[in-house]
C-alpha cells in the first residue's frame, strides 16, 4: 500500500467506530458476542450521505449456510435471532422469499416497459407506427422482437422467457413463492434485476444516438 492508499484510507476510516457486546444467548445457554461497525464517512468525502453499519453475531452455535440464507442455529436449525433487529426480513425465511419474489414480479415489469420503449423508439426513428398502442407489449411477444432486432443475444432470450415464465406463475398465486426453494428465488431476482438494468441501458443508449 501506497502512501496515496493509506491517506486514503485514514480518511474514509477516520470516524468510524467499532465495538462489542457480549451476551447469553438463553437458547444454547452459551456465550455470544455481537459486533458492531458504524461508518460515517466511508467515501472520505465529509458528506456523510453514504453513512452505514455492520453487524455481526459471534456464536459457537452458529451454522453459516450457503447464500442468500443468513446462518443459522444450530440449536433450533432455524436463522439465527441475532442476526438482525426484531421485525427485519432478514429473520423470517418466509418474507425473505417474498421480497425475492417480488423484486422478479417489478424487474419483469422493467423489462417490459423499457423494452417496449426501445422498440418505438427505434420504429420512430424508422417513421413506423409504434406497436403496443400505447400499453406495453406482452412480454413473451417483446421477447421473440428483441431477439430478432439483434438487441439480446439467444442465451439472454431464453434467460428472460424463463423469468417470464416465473413471474406468471408468482404473480397469479398468492402462496406460490412459498414453493421455491430460498436460494433459486435469490438467484433469479439478481438475475432479473440485472437484465433489467441491461434493457434499461439499451433505451438509454439508443436515446444519445
Given at each position: 500500500?501506497?502512501?496515496?492508499?493509506?491517506?486514503?484510507?485514514?480518511?474514509?476510516?477516520?470516524?468510524?467506530?467499532?465495538?462489542?457486546?457480549?451476551?447469553?444467548?438463553?437458547?444454547?445457554?452459551?456465550?455470544?458476542?455481537?459486533?458492531?461497525?458504524?461508518?460515517?464517512?466511508?467515501?472520505?468525502?465529509?458528506?456523510?450521505?453514504?453513512?452505514?453499519?455492520?453487524?455481526?453475531?459471534?456464536?459457537?452455535?452458529?451454522?453459516?449456510?450457503?447464500?442468500?440464507?443468513?446462518?443459522?442455529?444450530?440449536?433450533?436449525?432455524?436463522?439465527?435471532?441475532?442476526?438482525?433487529?426484531?421485525?427485519?426480513?432478514?429473520?423470517?425465511?418466509?418474507?425473505?422469499?417474498?421480497?425475492?419474489?417480488?423484486?422478479?414480479?417489478?424487474?419483469?415489469?422493467?423489462?417490459?416497459?423499457?423494452?417496449?420503449?426501445?422498440?418505438?423508439?427505434?420504429?420512430?426513428?424508422?417513421e413506423l407506427k409504434?406497436?403496443?398502442?400505447?400499453?406495453?407489449?406482452?412480454?413473451?411477444?417483446?421477447?421473440?422482437?428483441?431477439?430478432?432486432?439483434?438487441?439480446?443475444?439467444?442465451?439472454?432470450?431464453?434467460?428472460?422467457?424463463?423469468?417470464?415464465?416465473?413471474?406468471?406463475?408468482?404473480?397469479h398465486s398468492p402462496?406460490?413463492?412459498?414453493?421455491?426453494?430460498?436460494?433459486?428465488?435469490?438467484?433469479?431476482?439478481?438475475?432479473?434485476?440485472?437484465?433489467?438494468?441491461?434493457?434499461?441501458?439499451?433505451?438509454?443508449?439508443?436515446?444519445?444516438?
Open positions: 500500500m501506497n502512501e496515496d492508499e493509506r491517506a486514503r484510507l485514514r480518511q474514509t476510516t477516520k470516524y468510524d467506530v467499532r465495538e462489542k457486546c457480549h451476551f447469553r444467548c438463553l437458547i444454547g445457554k452459551s456465550d455470544a458476542t455481537l459486533s458492531i461497525m458504524i461508518e460515517p464517512d466511508p467515501h472520505g468525502d465529509e458528506s456523510g450521505t453514504h453513512s452505514h453499519f455492520h453487524t455481526v453475531t459471534m456464536c459457537p452455535n452458529m451454522k453459516i449456510v450457503d447464500l442468500p440464507e443468513p446462518d443459522r442455529c444450530r440449536i433450533t436449525d432455524s436463522t439465527c435471532v441475532f442476526i438482525a433487529p426484531c421485525g427485519s426480513d432478514e429473520t423470517s425465511p418466509q418474507r425473505r422469499k417474498f421480497r425475492y419474489a417480488s423484486t422478479i414480479i417489478q424487474k419483469i415489469a422493467l423489462i417490459q416497459f423499457h423494452g417496449t420503449q426501445l422498440l418505438n423508439e427505434m420504429l420512430k426513428k424508422k409504434p406497436v403496443g398502442d400505447g400499453d406495453n407489449i406482452k412480454v413473451a411477444e417483446l421477447e421473440r422482437l428483441l431477439v430478432i432486432s439483434n438487441l439480446i443475444d439467444a442465451e439472454t432470450y431464453q434467460t428472460i422467457g424463463n423469468l417470464r415464465r416465473m413471474r406468471n406463475k408468482l404473480a402462496n406460490e413463492y412459498l414453493k421455491f426453494s430460498e436460494k433459486k428465488l435469490y438467484e433469479w431476482s439478481n438475475e432479473a434485476d440485472r437484465l433489467s438494468y441491461a434493457v434499461a441501458k439499451l433505451l438509454e443508449k439508443h436515446q444519445q444516438k
